[in-house]
């Protein structure tokens, strides 16, 4: 390369931009490439989730008074002290809505993660294995998607009792369900690759093969199917919070409480703001589901071609 | 054996098999009750002598392979037990038939599910279809906006949406659908009509998505495009090349969805304080009375799979290369 060094500084050369030492992008420039080509409801989801996980981390500075302090008059309307009034003994339904974001969404949370690790971690071996284990699994979850999983839900809630900790493990294994299908079904297209039977013969162990080999090639489908499921069983807590089997009082939640508040609808016509009150929560639940739609829609679109149309 | 018969007694077979499981499964609830429920049930003041005649009754005495055929025996023969409810420590006994209290809000829950998919079914699919025929139109855009915008609301947020503008707002349909036995069908249809509203909206849309993506992926497939080739008019290749096959993928999405209204009806049902099995079961959820929540859990789930029965069914019958094998 001793001509190019001579060359001149403001010309192009195809040379010299051939012999350069090629530069790796980091990792943020290319995440920060990716997401300036994001479409514009992509965007708006990401706001919705960085909003929300704010809301959630920083509940206790954010809300002006503790989640369960009922010292205040009961259905007090809308006002500077009490932003969106206070609920039927008296609590502020503003701080209730802040920390609902927190216990809400993160047991939404835990229940995904754990979903995820049952359902991913079988569907991986059913996968690698394809043996007796692959049959009984597979069976088994074939049974458990026979029942409607809110049905399944809420007979196991009235044998285990509603607590917060019987809530996450049902959900967890009943959603682990469709994780497990997933993973099984895009894992198996893996498997069959050379480089998992290289893996193999060189003595690795079922863990490094199911960490290492496979579980980075099937991450773009596991990483969507995590947001919808989030949805769902974010949807679904809030339907059994809703129902009075799911999250239980004092701690505040998004589906009890338009239950609690739900009364003030029939006042509606003579002040439409405590009319609106418990639709703010059930907004909530809304506006969240369809700003993680937008991020997965996005991210589906951007990592494969599993849309119907385009 | 025709092959088509052969396939369908397969999976009917495979029905009956997943029914079976299911009902061990359901039945086993009790079995999963922690070892002190009787107390529980009978109240702290239950002498010892009451709990283990409670425990007698239930049969738990005998070996669980009995009791599930007693009670399979029992279901068959339309005897769910009797409720927890309304027991007491003194072993006075004002417990109901848990089949009294299911009937009169089965046919509730019925024809509220009725009344939905008389509206929901024709008004989906011929929405879907249109928006797959026109697709990335104007119309099939906001169909598709729209839709998913009602498929990421809870039910509950449509109902109480739906009771503030229609109830309170503007009353125009009882925002409490508190139907009566002795009421006509007129009136029954007018005080159902907010939570079938609710009910249509939400498996419109994910009806019209499933429909939309189902003709979409049919229309695509290579002898759609030889038909179109070959010079055959619109109507001719959908009426004669692609309705063969997407009667199929229709009934899948209608049993699908049949099958997600009996579970959506148990959120809308509380929200509308309507007397059916849904709001049955968590009144009996609540109170922890197994009885009651065994016999709502084998009612969903029992439609749940004849519905998807009869959907694999439909399918197995309507398809072409079952019906002229080679």
């Known amino acids: 390369m001793s001509d190019t060094s001579k060359m001149q500084p403001d010309t192009y050369s195809a040379a010299s931009e051939v012999g350069a030492v090629r530069t790796r992008r980091t990792w943020s420039q290319r995440a920060w490439i990716t997401l300036k080509k994001a479409p514009f409801s992509a965007w708006l989801g990401m706001i919705i989730i960085a909003?929300?996980?704010?809301?959630?981390?920083?509940?206790p500075l954010l809300a002006p008074y503790a989640e369960a302090d009922s010292?205040?008059?009961a259905y007090a309307p809308w006002s500077s002290d009490h932003l969106l009034g206070t609920d039927q003994i008296g609590r502020d339904v503003f701080s209730r809505l802040i920390y609902?974001?927190?216990n809400t969404m993160g047991i939404a949370l835990i229940t995904t993660i754990l979903a995820f690790v049952i359902g991913g971690g079988f569907g991986l071996l059913a996968a690698i294995t394809r043996n007796w284990v692959d049959q009984v699994i597979s069976r088994f979850v074939d049974v458990l998607m026979a029942i409607p999983s809110l049905i399944f839900a809420l007979m196991l809630l009235s044998i285990f009792g509603s607590n917060a900790i019987s809530l996450i493990v049902i959900i967890a294994v009943l959603d682990s369900t469709r994780v497990f299908r997933l993973t099984r079904a895009v894992a198996i297209n893996v498997v069959v690759m050379d480089y998992v039977e290289a893996a193999r013969l060189r003595g690795e162990k079922l863990g490094w093969i199911m960490r290492r080999e496979i579980l980075p090639?099937?991450?773009p489908p596991l990483v969507a199917e995590f947001g919808l499921r989030f949805c769902f069983v974010f949807l679904t807590i809030a339907a059994l919070s809703f129902l009075g089997v799911g999250?239980?009082?004092?701690?505040?939640?998004w589906g009890s409480m338009v239950r609690e508040n739900a009364s003030l609808i029939q006042f509606a016509q003579f002040d439409l703001r405590a009319g609106i009150t418990?639709?703010?929560p059930a907004a909530a639940i809304a506006i969240i589901t369809v700003g993680v739609n937008f991020v997965v829609d996005w991210f589906l679109h951007h990592t494969s071609g599993l849309r119907d149309e385009h | 054996m025709h092959p088509v018969l052969a396939t369908i007694l397969k999976r009917i077979g495979l029905g009956v098999l997943t029914l079976f499981v299911v009902s061990v499964i359901i039945f086993s609830a009790v079995n999963m009750l922690p070892g002190d429920f009787g107390e529980a049930v009978l109240g702290q003041a239950a002498t010892e002598e009451t709990v283990a005649a409670f425990r007698r009754e239930l049969g738990l005495d005998q070996h669980p392979v009995m009791r599930y055929v007693q009670w399979v025996g029992g279901v068959l023969q339309g005897d769910l037990g009797t409720s927890f409810s309304g027991r007491a420590a003194s072993g006075v006994d004002r417990s109901r038939a848990v089949v009294d209290l299911v009937l009169p809000r089965l046919n509730n829950t019925l024809f509220l599910a009725a009344m939905t998919a008389i509206i929901a079914v024709p008004l989906a699919l011929f929405l879907g279809i249109t928006a797959a025929l026109w697709r990335n139109s104007f119309y099939d855009k906001s169909a598709s906006a729209l839709t998913l915008t009602t498929i990421s609301f809870p039910e509950f947020f449509v109902a109480y949406i739906l009771i503030l503008l229609l109830g309170t707002l503007y009353p125009m349909f009882p925002s409490l659908a508190t139907v009566q036995p002795d009421m006509g069908l007129g009136e029954r249809i007018y005080t159902a009509v907010l939570p079938a509203l609710t009910l249509t909206l939400v498996i419109v849309a994910h009806m019209m998505r499933m429909t939309r993506a189902a003709i979409i992926n049919l229309l695509a497939s290579d002898y759609i495009e030889m038909a179109r080739l070959k010079?055959?008019?619109?109507?001719?290749?959908?009426?004669?090349?692609?309705?063969p096959n997407a009667w199929a993928p229709i009934a899948t999405v209608i049993a699908f969805n049949l099958a997600y209204l009996v579970v959506g009806v148990v959120v809308v049902e509380v929200v509308f304080v309507y007397p059916g099995v849904g709001q049955l079961m968590v009144d009996?959820?609540?109170?922890?009375?197994i009885p009651v929540v065994q016999a709502c859990a084998l009612f969903f789930a029992a439609t749940y799979i004849i519905l998807n029965l009869i959907a694999d069914v439909i399918g197995i019958v309507t398809n072409p290369r079952l019906l002229h094998p080679r």
């Open chain 1, 100 to 102: 609902g974001a927190r």
């Open chain 1, 71 to 73: 010292s205040f008059a």
């Open chain 2, 231 to 243: 010079g055959e008019s619109p109507r001719q290749v959908i009426l004669r090349h692609a309705l």
């Open chain 1, 217 to 219: 090639n099937i991450m």
């Open chain 2, 284 to 289: 009996a959820v609540s109170s922890r009375d």
């Open chain 1, 278 to 280: 418990p639709l703010i």
């Open chain 1, 247 to 253: 999250i239980q009082p004092p701690t505040a939640d």
């Open chain 1, 51 to 59: 909003f929300y996980v704010f809301v959630a981390l920083f509940a």
